[in-house]
């Protein structure tokens, strides 16, 4: 079973606090499970991340640049994260450098093969407070034979054995904000959220699921429900003379 890194925090006290309340009460009455609204529950996931990412805007207005107070549940979780192996660590260092920070580990993709999730992270800070992981590099790398070999690379763009991963921006990107659920039986779905994408306002995350039928990583369409081919090279944009 994976072992997971999660962050909670609580602002219970703080005005405007209701706000975020109403805001979440959107996707979850009561602590209850959600009504079953057709939706997949990828794009239910995805739903949450935006709701979560509007109610940490209301608090930062509410409270302008002061950091929130970690919650003891916060404390606890980090003092209980679960000591990441000496192979492990040496692997992703390998991969990323030394300053490489592993997120998860273990049976990510229920193939009955160790992977882990590594990343080189950017500290958090009372600006950058986001929901998620802040990243400039990532890895999914998966122990072959007794070796730890990259299947999935998130730098500037999104990449596996094959070639780009579809959706991916064709335009670099500096700095990715990853998300991720585990499914008992499907296994690690990761969301890659550019920061920062020229031209575009508004940029949706970027669903990336193992694939059982090519045995390798692939991005999502936009419902989350079905897997799209990766490309050999990225389209070059086109001008327009006028």
Same mark, same amino acid.
């Given at each position: ?6 962050? /909670?925090?609580? #602002?219970?006290?703080?005005?405007? =606090? ?31 991340? @935006?709701?979560? +990412? ?13 950091? =929130? ?7 606890? =979780?980090?003092? @209980?994260?679960? +000591? ?24 990510? @993709? ?25 990243? *400039? ?10 070796? !730890? ?7 500037? &763009? ?17 700095? !990715? ?18 920061? /920062?994408?020229?031209?575009? *306002? &508004? ?5 990336? @699921? !193992? #694939? ?13 429900? &079905? ?5 050999? =090279? ?9």
């Amino acid at each position: 079973m994976a072992n997971f890194l999660m962050d /909670k925090s609580s #602002n219970s006290n703080i005005p405007g =606090a209701n706000a975020p309340r109403f805001l979440a009460s959107l996707l979850d009455s009561g602590g209850a499970e959600p009504p079953r609204t057709g939706l997949p529950s990828a794009l239910r996931f995805v739903l949450r991340i @935006a709701a979560s +990412t509007l109610c940490c805007t209301i608090l930062l207005a509410s409270c302008g640049q002061e950091p =929130a107070p970690k919650s003891a549940t916060e404390e606890q =979780a980090k003092a @209980a994260a679960p +000591t990441v192996p000496d192979e492990i660590q040496s692997a992703a260092d390998s991969l990323l450098g030394k300053e490489t920070q592993v997120l998860v580990f273990g049976d990510l @993709a229920k193939t009955g093969k160790q992977q882990f999730l590594a990343a080189n992270v950017v500290p958090k800070t009372p600006k950058n407070d986001a929901p998620g992981t802040i990243v *400039t590099r990532a890895v999914v790398a998966e122990n072959i034979d007794g070796k !730890w070999s990259e299947v999935l690379r998130c730098d500037e &763009h999104l990449k596996n054995i094959k070639g780009y991963l579809a959706l991916t921006p064709i335009s670099g990107v500096n700095g !990715w904000r990853i998300q991720y659920e585990q499914d008992p039986v499907k296994g690690i779905q990761l969301y890659f959220t550019p920061l /920062k994408v020229a031209g575009d *306002t &508004h940029v949706m995350p970027i669903g990336v @699921a !193992w #694939n059982p039928a090519t045995k390798r990583y692939q991005s999502l369409d936009r419902t989350y429900e &079905h897997f799209l081919l990766e490309k050999p =090279a990225l389209d070059t944009p086109r001008s327009v003379l006028r």
